[in-house]
């Protein structure tokens, strides 16, 4: 993973993992320790010198199930500080939701006139960032990859001229 990003959206970043004591549940992302895994920090997402004007949140948790570490839950999003406060956009994906929300699912913290409209029209609140916008189920559930093609395919990363431009989505 920290060979992905490096070579694509940042630079010198390192992902890390951690254990519970007991094995049986672990961590995987940017800034987190064994006393506080969750919920890491964001990575800030340019090449070179040019300063991060936004930052990807990556984590996964994993769980032993039948002696193989399994992801449990999984979130890839994209904010506007390395503190996490301001999403604009995250995919996320839960093995067991409970029937809260898709198994796999994208969220976006947007406006838009057409929704504000529609929710007008059914007497509900507009708020974009609430529906879990389902993205496939659990086998075809987004990926890493995805998010930073996503990063690339749209320029979100680095400055004019960054390598990342010039960089062939994973």
Request: aromatic letters at 6%; one cysteine or more; proline letters at 7%.
């Amino acid at each position: 993973m920290s060979d992905l990003l490096n070579r694509t959206v940042t630079d010198g970043i390192r992902i890390t993992a951690v254990l519970r004591d007991d094995n049986q549940v672990g961590w995987i992302g940017y800034g987190i320790n064994p006393r506080e895994p969750f919920p890491g920090r964001g990575i800030p997402l340019t090449v070179g010198a040019t300063p991060a004007r936004c930052y990807l949140h990556v984590m996964h948790t994993l769980v032993q199930q039948r002696r193989v570490l399994v992801t449990d839950e999984s979130s890839f999003g994209l904010y506007l500080d390395d503190e996490l406060n301001s999403c604009l956009l995250h995919y996320d994906f839960a093995r067991d939701p409970d029937n809260r929300y898709p198994a796999a699912h994208v969220q976006v913290n947007a406006v838009s006139a057409a929704f504000e409209e529609l929710c007008h029209h059914l007497g509900r609140r507009a708020d974009l960032a609430r529906p879990h916008l389902p993205v496939g189920g659990k086998r075809f559930r987004p990926c890493l990859e995805d998010m930073v093609e996503m990063l690339i395919v749209e320029e979100l990363t680095g400055g004019e001229g960054s390598e990342a431009e010039h960089l062939e989505p994973p």
